[in-house]
């Protein structure tokens, strides 16, 4: 009998913990959270909730319970180095440890180790720590994307055309990241369309699962502000309609010299997920961030199509022998939809600011997957907090019909809530179809680089 160690308590860990106990072997999971998430709680043997900066309680919990080997989830308790706390009393873990984890955790290591070791990929970049220099900088550039430097959220990032207008303004943001930040990260802007390429590295050998595209924006048709995703979507083929298969070839490529490259940098193997958020151009793939695990909503598209066993995945991870293993997943195509407080992502002073605290009720959610993210259960039932609530998943034979099964399992879950109707819709996929055919069209033009 194994004992695994999974640490996390959003949507992403409750498909990673259905996936390690979907597992022929016989094993038990023990779970760290610092909230309690109903469906992970229901799926453990034990819990324990926490601090995921309390390396001491998740190492002694570790070790009373005799884990063979942890699953780290989410991006804090790698920045913490859980990782490292882990290895020290003998327990291996699927995740790097915190030196590894700045390809996550720092926006200027990454682009630096690319630059470094002559990676393709990478925007022209400046990384600043104070303001002198900027100026001039953003002068140089036509369009500008601003990156404090450090963990956001998924939301940190500023986009010219999106969140400023014109270099002033930029300027102006510059000053205010540097006043809480250590450093700042200047870069061009590409203009493309962003996948989602989400590998498992053992420190030599890099594997791709399905890509996946992520809606960061709260409303439909990419209105309003980012969000931490409120949703996404793959296809059967594991692929993009809008992408030419170059694209994922370029991903991969970049990622496998990534991977080679931190080996080199820091004597250690990365051994967990390499999450590359690309983006698509007229001069092909290139490199927006890293992120060091699984994408929450991006894991429950992919999770559930997971053919191999996810364990001996994990096994193999640790082992450094991916090769060793086929790693295989279900032609299927999948549709994420997050159900979210009404007030998600709008001012405190709205008047849906308060859906934060309500009680929701979930029905059956018929032939859908239901992941709980943020919600909180007392005695008298489930309570929305002020972040994604639930996560529903709908897999199908087509992407029309795990789009609605995703929306009738949205309709089981009544309260003050809100989702986007438009993931995984013919319109919102032909919109960056048609983008993309307009920027390659671009590189053909007379007289164009």
């Known amino acids: 009998m194994s004992n695994i160690l999974l640490v996390g308590n959003g949507a992403r860990e409750h498909a990673m913990a259905e996936a390690i106990l979907r597992s022929d072997q016989k094993l038990r999971l023990f779970s760290f959270m610092k909230a309690n998430n109903p469906?992970?709680?229901?799926?453990?043997?034990?819990?324990?909730?926490?601090?995921y900066s309390n390396l001491r309680a998740i190492t002694e919990f570790a070790a009373e319970n005799k884990i063979e080997f942890a699953v780290i989830g989410p991006e804090d308790p790698l920045n913490n180095g859980v990782v490292?706390?882990?290895?020290?009393?003998?327990?291996?873990?699927?995740?790097?440890?915190?030196?590894?984890?700045?390809?996550?955790?720092?926006?200027?290591?990454?682009?630096?180790?690319?630059?470094?070791?002559?990676?393709?990929?990478?925007?022209?970049?400046?990384?600043?720590?104070?303001?002198?220099?900027?100026?001039?900088?953003?002068?140089?550039?036509?369009?500008?994307?601003?990156?404090?430097?450090?963990l956001t959220g998924g939301k940190g990032v500023l986009v010219q055309g999106d969140h400023f207008a014109t270099k002033a303004e930029a300027l102006k943001l510059c000053r205010q990241i540097?006043?809480?930040?250590?450093?700042?990260?200047?870069?061009?802007?590409?203009?493309?369309?962003?996948?989602?390429?989400?590998?498992?590295?053992?420190?030599?050998?890099?594997?791709?699962?399905?890509?996946?595209?992520d809606h960061k924006r709260r409303f439909d048709g990419d209105k309003g502000p980012n969000t931490g995703g409120?949703?996404?979507?793959?296809?059967?083929?594991?692929?993009?309609?809008?992408?030419?298969?170059?694209?994922?070839?370029?991903?991969?490529?970049?990622?496998?010299?990534?991977?080679?490259?931190?080996?080199?940098?820091?004597?250690?193997?990365?051994?967990?997920v390499m999450y590359g958020g690309f983006i698509a151009t007229k001069n092909g793939a290139k490199?927006?961030?890293?992120?060091?695990?699984?994408?929450?909503?991006?894991?429950?598209?992919?999770?559930?199509?997971?053919?191999?066993?996810?364990?001996?995945?994990?096994?193999?991870?640790?082992?450094?022998?991916?090769?060793?293993?086929?790693?295989?997943?279900?032609?299927?195509?999948?549709?994420?939809?997050?159900?979210?407080?009404?007030?998600y992502g709008l001012p405190a002073d709205h008047p849906d600011a308060a859906s934060s605290r309500a009680k929701i009720?979930?029905?059956?959610?018929?032939?859908?997957?239901?992941?709980?993210?943020?919600?909180?259960?007392?005695?008298?039932?489930?309570?929305?907090?002020?972040?994604?609530?639930?996560?529903?998943?709908?897999?199908?034979?087509?992407?029309?019909?795990?789009r609605k099964i995703a929306e009738e399992g949205v309709k089981a879950v009544k309260g003050p809530v809100a989702y986007r109707t438009d993931i995984g819709t013919d319109a919102l996929i032909q919109k960056r179809i048609e983008h993309m055919k307009k920027i390659r069209k671009e590189k053909n033009m007379p007289g164009s680089q």
């Not at 540097?178 to 030599?204: M, P, T």
């Not at 994922?248 to 970049?254: K, N, R, T, V």
Request: some cysteine; hydrophobic content about 40%; proline content about 5%.
């Open 230 to 272: 409120m949703g996404s979507y793959s296809l059967p083929d594991h692929s993009m309609p809008f992408l030419k298969p170059q694209d994922l070839q370029d991903g991969m490529e970049i990622t496998r010299q990534v991977a080679a490259a931190l080996l080199k940098e820091t004597g250690n193997p990365y051994k967990g």
């Open 39 to 51: 469906g992970i709680s229901s799926l453990s043997e034990k819990i324990i909730l926490g601090d």
């Open 361 to 402: 009720e979930v029905g059956k959610v018929g032939k859908a997957r239901l992941y709980y993210s943020s919600v909180d259960k007392k005695e008298d039932g489930l309570y929305l907090s002020s972040s994604r609530a639930i996560g529903i998943v709908g897999i199908a034979d087509t992407l029309d019909e795990a």
């Open 84 to 150: 490292d706390a882990l290895v020290k009393i003998g327990i291996a873990a699927v995740g790097p440890n915190k030196s590894l984890a700045r390809l996550e955790t720092s926006k200027s290591f990454t682009r630096n180790l690319v630059s470094k070791y002559n990676i393709p990929g990478n925007p022209q970049f400046k990384v600043f720590t104070a303001i002198n220099g900027v100026e001039a900088f953003l002068n140089e550039l036509e369009g500008i994307v601003l990156k404090p430097d450090g």
């Open 178 to 213: 540097l006043a809480e930040s250590a450093s700042l990260i200047v870069e061009e802007k590409f203009d493309g369309e962003e996948f989602s390429l989400q590998c498992l590295c053992d420190g030599k050998t890099v594997v791709a699962t399905p890509l996946v595209q």
């Open 287 to 343: 490199l927006l961030e890293y992120n060091a695990r699984f994408g929450d909503p991006e894991a429950m598209n992919i999770l559930p199509l997971l053919k191999t066993d996810f364990v001996e995945i994990c096994r193999h991870i640790i082992a450094g022998t991916l090769d060793k293993l086929k790693i295989e997943f279900e032609p299927k195509a999948t549709v994420c939809k997050y159900v979210v407080p009404k007030g």
